[in-house]
């Protein structure tokens, strides 16, 4: 694997080689960008490659995903097993225009943690690999088409919609890590997920004792994410704190914690993506927590919005093991924009 000082100065170098369309409505300027790293990284492959790589827009696996090891999930797909490295510097570069350096660097950090549980288990019942996430196109790339793409392996699972030029959705995100934190080694103290799981128990152990009784659900954690890998992720009944009952240092927690979430974006999606919550009634924004408030403890948290759902347990591997997801209730896989989309341009 890679270095990560180097997959990240080859991904700025060849985000210098794409147009980068700035004076365009950021949602456009994102869809307009990706589909040129997505044409740079076709142009790199050999037709054998590009029969795996390539599937149609309304091709059923496109909203069939998973975070689980490939053994358990088989996946379709150009891993980069299979790419050279000019290819995987391409595919480094597709992330690039979509997600901002801290997204793709807690990408490609996920990506090696597999070398940590292979070095830890070499003979174990999976095989860990670094190499062995997948890239999918689903559709033809171009920048007033619409297509979508797919990123995904152990504990990864990003997916990307464009509708006629524009983002049509950028969830469901998924990112896990094993171990959450690296507890020995050369990388020991590694903790990809960091703020995600500090910030959101510096908020929980924020509340007093009448914001408790509804913020904190439970005494025991889930075992899992609710939603699980659901193709649908179900509206869950809103519950837990208010944002509208929280103090200014309680929002500021939170308000952090949304800005890490939505950062793993480029900025000018990432702002696009904090002006929605911005405009929400903090009324109808929820913080539930679930488990120990003590590190290393199994512990669960969610936060929910209308249409929006963010969950995020650390239960399993004595609480050192984490599933992060983050999906539109409306709008994952672009379902929603899609549905406009062929009522508009189909119909008899």
């Not at 391409?90 to 997204?103: D, H, K, P």
């Not at 403890?297 to 759902?309: E, K």
């Not at 929603?336 to 009522?343: M, P, T, V």
């Amino acid at each position: 694997m890679h270095s990560m000082r180097f997959i990240l100065l080859i991904v700025f170098a060849l985000r210098l080689l794409l147009p980068f369309n700035a004076m365009a409505h950021p949602n456009e300027a994102a869809a307009q960008d990706m589909a040129n790293a997505a044409n740079a990284f076709l142009a790199t492959l050999k037709p054998e490659q590009k029969s795996k790589a390539v599937f149609q827009i309304d091709d059923a696996d496109r909203t069939r995903w998973h975070f689980v090891p490939t053994e358990m999930h088989p996946r379709k797909g150009l891993s980069f097993r299979d790419m050279t490295t000019e290819q995987q510097h391409m595919a480094y570069s597709l992330l690039a225009s979509v997600l901002s350096a801290r997204g793709v660097q807690k990408t490609a950090q996920i990506m090696s943690l597999e070398q940590i549980l292979h070095d830890a288990n070499p003979k174990g019942r999976f095989a860990r690999d670094p190499k062995w996430y997948f890239i999918s196109i689903f559709g033809k790339p171009s920048v007033d088409g619409t297509w979508g793409w797919r990123f995904e392996g152990h504990h990864l699972s990003l997916s990307f919609t464009v509708v006629d030029g524009h983002i049509g959705g950028l969830t469901p995100a998924f990112l896990g890590t094993n171990p959450g934190i690296v507890l020995d080694g050369p990388r020991k103290g590694l903790q990809v997920l960091s703020t995600e799981e500090n910030t959101a128990r510096a908020l929980a152990n924020s509340l007093n004792a009448e914001q408790s009784k509804v913020g904190i659900v439970a005494a025991k954690a889930p075992a899992d994410i609710i939603t699980k890998a659901d193709r649908r992720a179900r509206q869950l009944t809103p519950f837990g704190l208010p944002a509208s009952k929280m103090n200014k240092k309680q929002f500021t927690l939170l308000w952090t914690l949304l800005e890490e979430v939505m950062r793993i974006y480029r900025p000018d999606l990432a702002e696009d993506a904090l002006k929605h919550f911005e405009d929400l009634d903090l009324s109808k924004i929820h913080f539930a927590w679930a488990g120990s408030l003590e590190p290393r403890q199994g512990h669960y948290y969610r936060i929910q919005a209308p249409n929006f759902l963010i969950e995020y347990d650390n239960t399993q591997n004595d609480a050192n093991h984490v599933h992060f997801v983050v999906r539109d209730l409306k709008n994952d896989f672009g379902e929603d924009l899609l549905q406009q989309h062929y009522e508009q341009h189909h119909k008899k």
